[in-house]
């Protein structure tokens, strides 16, 4: 059983800064990738950021958002500058990992946390 405990979402004023946190934990073996996606209300969940061997980043957030993870916690960082209200949306964390050496790779979903940014 695997679950991902996301914090550090609410209220931001535009060029703002929020950091958002996801900690795995359960039965991990290895975690293969780490990310974040957000949805924004009548839109569809897209992609923010994700660590893999490499770190790839939406074009909207370039610059702005930085993915950071701890891999001794089996957590991810997102830090979030420079914020605009284009930014509100629910912020989930997704990860594909695998429980034992010979296992398949499985994808969890987080929750989600809640980012507004407003004046």
């Known amino acids: 059983q695997v679950q991902l405990v996301e914090s550090g979402g609410g209220e931001a004023q535009p060029g703002g800064s929020l950091r958002l946190s996801c900690a795995a934990s359960?039965?991990?073996?290895?975690?293969?990738?780490m990310g974040w996606y957000r949805q924004a209300p009548g839109k569809q969940r897209e992609l923010v950021a994700v660590?893999?061997?490499?770190?790839t980043y939406a074009d909207s957030v370039k610059g702005r958002f930085t993915i950071s993870r701890d891999n001794a916690k089996n957590t991810i960082y997102l830090q979030m500058n420079s914020l605009k209200p284009e930014d509100t949306a629910v912020y989930y964390c997704?990860?594909?990992?695998?429980?034992?050496?010979?296992?398949?790779?499985?994808?969890?979903w987080g929750q989600g946390t809640q980012v507004t940014v407003s004046s």
């Open positions: 997704n990860t594909d990992l695998q429980s034992a050496k010979f296992r398949p790779s499985l994808n969890y």
């Open positions: 359960g039965t991990i073996f290895r975690i293969n990738a």
């Open positions: 660590s893999r061997d490499i770190t």
